[in-house]
């Protein structure tokens, strides 16, 4: 899993570290944390194949103008983790989907297993505990 690189856009530093953690104990490259939109346009430059975005960040609530960028700008796939899930009730074009936190390392293990199946085009089904977007349920070519 070692080519999957994810971008971490949460700015609770114990959240983020938490989440860093899991991830590279999976095997997952992670490129970064950003807090804040300007941080996460700097670590977008590294083009991350997998993003999970918090909504609302240091900068207020920028997380669906983030996730929306860096799934139409960079070709990220991008899922929210977020507490506020309810603010996204008709979702974000481009966008998978939303986690609710908080979440366990067996959720996130989960869900990154689909994540990076669905950007291959490989079938997967998705967990229980994501919620997926109507826009992701109609895009061309998925597989769920």
Same mark, same amino acid.
């Given at each position: 899993?070692?080519?999957?690189?994810?971008?971490?856009?949460?700015?609770?530093?114990?959240?983020?570290?938490?989440?860093?953690?899991?991830?590279?104990?999976?095997?997952? %490259?992670?490129?970064? $944390?950003? *807090?804040?939109?300007?941080?996460?346009?700097?670590?977008?430059?590294?083009?991350?194949? $997998?993003?999970?975005?918090?909504?609302?960040?240091?900068?207020?609530?920028?997380?669906?103008? $983030?996730?929306?960028?860096?799934?139409?700008?960079?070709?990220?796939?991008?899922?929210?983790?977020?507490?506020?899930?309810?603010?996204?009730? %008709?979702?974000?074009?481009? +966008?998978?989907?939303?986690?609710?936190?908080?979440?366990?390392?067996?959720?996130?293990? +989960?869900?990154?297993?689909?994540?990076?199946?669905?950007?291959?085009?490989? *079938?997967?089904?998705? *967990?229980?505990?994501?919620?997926?977007?109507?826009?992701?349920?109609?895009?061309?070519?998925?597989?769920?």
């Amino acid at each position: 899993m070692t080519d999957n690189r994810i971008l971490i856009v949460e700015d609770e530093f114990i959240v983020a570290l938490n989440l860093r953690q899991i991830m590279s104990n999976m095997g997952f %490259d992670v490129i970064g $944390i950003a *807090p804040d939109a300007a941080t996460a346009e700097q670590l977008a430059q590294r083009k991350p194949d $997998i993003a999970l975005v918090d909504l609302n960040l240091r900068d207020g609530p920028t997380g669906p103008e $983030i996730g929306a960028k860096l799934s139409q700008e960079y070709g990220t796939t991008v899922l929210f983790l977020t507490a506020n899930a309810s603010q996204l009730r %008709d979702g974000i074009k481009g +966008t998978i989907g939303v986690l609710s936190k908080p979440v366990d390392e067996q959720a996130i293990g +989960t869900v990154l297993d689909f994540l990076v199946k669905h950007r291959v085009g490989e *079938p997967a089904s998705p *967990p229980p505990s994501l919620r997926l977007f109507p826009s992701a349920l109609n895009q061309e070519g998925a597989n769920f």
